[in-house]
C-alpha cells in the first residue's frame, strides 16, 4: 500500500515539472520577436509587411503638369422675332416668336433651359418649342393683358451651361383699336383706288370728244 501512494506522489510530481516546464518555454518564446516574413512565393526585391504608403509631396513643391486645354465655349444666340421693333400686339393675339441657335457645332442647346417672362412673371408654360424657334402668348386666353408697355425676357442655354438672353419691350393695344386702325386703313385704300379710277374716267373721255 505505501509502495502504491509513493508511486502516486512521484507521478503527480512529475507532471507538475512537466507542466513548470512547459509554461516557461510558452513565456519565452512569446517574449522572443522576430523579423517580419514575406509571403510566401513573394518576390525578394518587392517590400516586406508592412507595405509602405506612398508620401504625398507638399503642395507647391512639385511644378504643376500642364493638362489638356479646356475649351472655350460662346454664348448662344437668342432674339426677338415677333413683334417686330416699333410694332404692336392685340390683348386678344399677345403671341411673341423668339429663335435662338447655338456658335458652337459641338456644343448643342438644351431645350429644357428655356424661359421666358413678362414683367417678371414666368410664362415658359405657355410657349412651344421647335429646332431654333419657340412661340406662344404673353398671357393666358382668361387673363387680363393691360395695354401699354411690358417687358419680355428670354433665357436659353447649351449643353455645357453657357446661357444666352435676351430683352425687349412690347406694346400691348386693344383689338377694339387695332380694328378700327384697319378699317380706317382699308378705307383710306378705297378712297385712293375710287380717286384713281375718276382720272381715268375723266382722261378717257378727253379723248373721246
Excluded at 77 to 87: D, K, M
Excluded at 171 to 180: C, G, H, R
Aim: proline share 11%.
Amino acid at each position: 500500500m505505501r509502495c502504491i501512494r509513493a508511486h502516486r506522489a512521484q507521478r503527480g510530481a512529475y507532471r507538475a515539472a512537466v507542466m513548470l516546464a512547459t509554461i516557461a518555454a510558452f513565456s519565452k518564446a512569446k517574449a522572443q520577436t522576430y523579423p517580419p516574413q514575406p509571403y510566401p512565393g513573394y518576390p525578394p526585391q518587392y517590400p516586406q509587411q508592412p507595405y509602405p504608403y506612398p508620401q504625398v509631396p507638399p503642395v507647391g513643391s512639385v511644378p504643376s503638369q500642364p493638362g489638356t486645354p479646356i475649351p472655350e465655349y460662346h454664348t448662344p444666340l437668342i432674339i426677338v422675332a415677333a413683334p417686330t421693333q416699333g410694332s404692336t400686339l392685340p390683348d386678344d393675339k399677345p403671341v411673341v416668336v423668339l429663335r435662338f441657335m447655338s456658335n458652337e457645332p459641338t456644343d448643342p442647346i438644351d431645350a429644357l433651359t428655356f424661359s421666358v417672362t413678362m414683367d417678371g412673371k414666368d410664362k415658359t408654360p405657355l410657349f412651344q418649342l421647335t429646332q431654333g424657334e419657340a412661340w406662344g402668348r404673353i398671357a393666358e386666353p382668361s387673363e387680363v393683358l393691360t395695354a401699354g408697355s411690358h417687358d419680355i425676357a428670354a433665357r436659353i442655354c447649351t449643353a455645357h451651361g453657357e446661357c444666352g438672353t435676351t430683352k425687349t419691350t412690347v406694346t400691348v393695344v386693344s383689338s377694339s383699336s387695332v380694328a378700327q386702325v384697319a378699317n380706317g386703313t382699308a378705307a383710306v385704300k378705297a378712297k385712293k383706288k375710287a380717286k384713281i379710277f375718276d382720272a381715268v374716267l375723266q382722261a378717257a373721255r378727253v379723248l373721246f370728244h
